[in-house]
């Protein structure tokens, strides 16, 4: 029987590119049909302004009529700790910021809204999802949404 | 810093600090000094001798590239090396595992005398530094604001480069602001103003000029 843990996908939403300037990533959508359980990452490179805008979207329409979900908004929701969550700094180089939602009765697809601030010179920022809890586990590297999975 | 004076020159790096660099450091001889990004060529092309900065603020990425080398030289002569603090990581590939003070700026759209806040430019944050360390006079050079603008980029700093395409809507959204908010939180400070001003800065307390009388400038940097 397969480890659970190795029933997952991964999947791109915004690859480490260009550093971005006041404006918005360009992110993939993230279609979570036939997964229970969702974990987002954000990872911040070398940034010099705070960020603008930092939370998920979710919609019952393929890449269309996103909406905000109460609870991941970085910008002020209360984090799973108890913490009033806060918006990724100037000084927040290099740090993730991580969403985790279990997809029982919500919707299918999901976006990432990130922004970035008006500094000088932008932010770095890397996006990808975790999809876990699947009714099947991948059976090719393609599936599990990687180049290569290697395990031990 | 061994200086006692209340009185900070904060050294931004417009092109017009050129013509009154020496002038006002020839008037306030014993007054602190501050100083980030390209500011520090001022200091180190005194053709007597560099001079060096009581403190340096060094903090964006690419300008701790750029600059690095003479906040070095800068420390090892007695300026204190100021900058926000961070991981591990974005301290090292920003070259300041050495600085003198990690200061913290929280996040605020406002200006409120006393405290600090990350107010995006490194030139505002140096005027926060001099209120906050006690300045009863502030004479800014070098802080006329940008005036690139997306389909105009034009010679923003001292040292020739181009400024970026939004520089004119920094002057007039954080620049500007900023530097008229702190002259009304401060009626007790004396701001002395020397440059061209790419916004309105106005109050009891504050002065503008163009130039400092003293020995001759260089040639004034045609606008």
Same mark, same amino acid.
């Given at each position: 029987?397969?480890?659970?843990?190795?029933?997952?996908?991964?999947?791109?939403?915004?690859?480490?590119?260009?550093?971005?300037?006041?404006?918005?990533?360009?992110?993939?959508?993230?279609?979570?049909? @036939?997964?229970?359980?969702?974990?987002?990452?954000?990872?911040?490179?070398?940034?010099?302004?705070?960020?603008?805008?930092?939370?998920?979207?979710?919609?019952?329409?393929? /890449?269309?009529? &996103? *909406?905000?979900?109460?609870?991941?908004?970085?910008? @002020?929701?209360?984090?799973?700790?108890?913490?009033?969550?806060?918006?990724?700094?100037? *000084?927040?180089?290099?740090?993730?910021?991580? &969403?985790?939602?279990?997809?029982? /009765?919500?919707?299918?697809?999901?976006?990432?809204?990130?922004?970035?601030?008006? /500094?000088?010179? /932008?932010? &770095?920022?890397?996006?990808?999802?975790?999809?876990?809890?699947?009714?099947?586990?991948?059976?090719?590297?393609?599936? *599990? @949404?990687?180049?290569?999975?290697?395990?031990? | 810093?061994?200086?006692?004076?209340?009185?900070?020159?904060?050294?931004?790096?417009?092109?017009?600090?050129?013509?009154?660099?020496?002038? #006002?450091?020839?008037?306030?001889?014993?007054?602190?000094?501050?100083?980030?990004?390209?500011? =520090?060529?001022?200091?180190?092309?005194?053709?007597?001798?560099?001079?060096?900065?009581? =403190?340096?603020?060094?903090?964006?990425?690419?300008?701790?590239?750029?600059?690095?080398?003479?906040?070095?030289?800068?420390?090892?002569?007695?300026?204190? =090396?100021?900058?926000?603090?961070?991981?591990?990581?974005? =301290?090292?590939?920003?070259?300041?595992?050495?600085?003198?003070?990690?200061?913290?700026?929280?996040?605020?759209?406002?200006?409120?005398?006393?405290?600090?806040?990350?107010?995006?430019?490194?030139?505002?944050?140096?005027?926060?530094?001099?209120?906050?360390?006690?300045?009863?006079?502030? #004479?800014?050079?070098?802080?006329?604001?940008?005036?690139?603008?997306?389909?105009?980029?034009?010679?923003?700093?001292?040292?020739?480069?181009?400024?970026?395409?939004?520089?004119?809507?920094?002057?007039?959204?954080?620049?500007?602001?900023?530097?008229?908010?702190?002259?009304?939180?401060?009626?007790?400070?004396?701001?002395?103003?020397?440059?061209?001003?790419?916004?309105?800065?106005?109050?009891?307390?504050?002065? #503008?000029?163009?130039?400092?009388?003293?020995?001759?400038?260089?040639?004034?940097?045609?606008?």
């Amino acid at each position: 029987m397969a480890n659970p843990e190795q029933r997952v996908k991964h999947v791109s939403i915004t690859p480490p590119a260009a550093i971005v300037d006041n404006a918005s990533y360009t992110t993939a959508q993230i279609d979570t049909l @036939g997964w229970d359980y969702l974990e987002v990452v954000a990872y911040l490179g070398a940034t010099d302004i705070a960020m603008t805008a930092l939370k998920l979207q979710s919609s019952d329409s393929d /890449g269309s009529q &996103f *909406a905000d979900v109460d609870g991941l908004d970085a910008n @002020g929701d209360t984090d799973a700790f108890g913490n009033t969550g806060a918006l990724p700094t100037a *000084a927040d180089d290099n740090k993730f910021v991580v &969403f985790q939602v279990d997809l029982r /009765g919500k919707k299918r697809y999901w976006d990432l809204v990130a922004t970035a601030g008006d /500094g000088t010179n /932008g932010t &770095f920022l890397a996006a990808w999802a975790r999809l876990s809890r699947g009714e099947e586990s991948p059976s090719s590297n393609t599936e *599990a @949404g990687a180049l290569n999975v290697y395990r031990a | 810093m061994c200086k006692q004076s209340d009185t900070w020159i904060v050294v931004g790096s417009s092109p017009t600090a050129q013509g009154v660099f020496d002038n #006002v450091l020839e008037r306030y001889p014993d007054a602190r000094t501050i100083t980030c990004n390209a500011g =520090i060529y001022l200091f180190a092309s005194v053709l007597e001798g560099p001079r060096y900065p009581d =403190i340096y603020w060094l903090s964006d990425l690419v300008a701790c590239y750029m600059f690095g080398r003479f906040a070095n030289q800068a420390q090892r002569n007695g300026t204190e =090396i100021w900058t926000l603090p961070r991981n591990e990581y974005g =301290i090292s590939i920003r070259g300041m595992q050495n600085a003198d003070r990690y200061l913290d700026l929280p996040e605020s759209d406002h200006y409120t005398r006393g405290t600090y806040y990350h107010s995006t430019l490194s030139g505002t944050i140096c005027t926060q530094i001099a209120v906050n360390e006690g300045a009863r006079k502030v #004479v800014w050079l070098g802080h006329d604001g940008y005036r690139s603008t997306p389909n105009g980029k034009v010679v923003d700093t001292i040292d020739g480069r181009l400024g970026h395409g939004k520089g004119w809507g920094h002057t007039q959204n954080v620049i500007g602001p900023f530097m008229q908010a702190v002259v009304n939180a401060c009626p007790d400070i004396e701001f002395e103003y020397y440059g061209k001003p790419q916004y309105t800065l106005a109050g009891p307390n504050v002065t #503008v000029a163009k130039q400092v009388e003293g020995k001759p400038s260089p040639p004034p940097v045609l606008l």
